[in-house]
């Protein structure tokens, strides 16, 4: 009769676990260029919109010849700025442009119920995007700093491949 000891064994036969996963890709890409690649991915977080894009392609210009990790991890991080800038430039400029068309006399009460009821979505939209940014971030920093290799962004267009 086996033991729960080989039965144990049995079962995680061919799999990996977290921690050995963990040692495995930390071990094949050196310390310098992960901490290269997790800050391409902490200067998105900068609070300034443009200015997180101008910061983030600043630094991977500078970084990217020197390791296709960091490389490939700036990439990610600019695909996800230029992503969210335009999703949020749609939002606001839509709502920007109700405004502008809502002005002067005559207004439609449709046009003031539509500019109002979509510059609460647009605040909601804002404030849901930058609290989903920065989970998305810290995941993608700390999944860079474990060394894996194949992370994106969800909701990015990869501008850059």
Known sequence: MASSK??????????????????????LVPHNERMAASTCHLLAMTPVPILNLIVTYLFWKYVRKKSSFADYHGKQSLNLLMSF?????????TWYLLSVINTGEGQSEFLQFMEISLGYYSI????????YFAIIVTTATISTMK?????KYPLAIQFLK
């Open 6 to 27: 080989d039965r144990q064994k049995n079962v995680n036969i061919g799999f990996k676990n977290d921690k050995e996963e963990e040692v495995h890709h930390a071990a």
């Open 85 to 93: 800038t335009i999703y949020l430039g749609v939002v606001f400029g």
């Open 124 to 131: 909601f939209f804002a404030i849901i995007t930058f609290v």
């Open 147 to 151: 060394g894996k290799k194949d992370f």
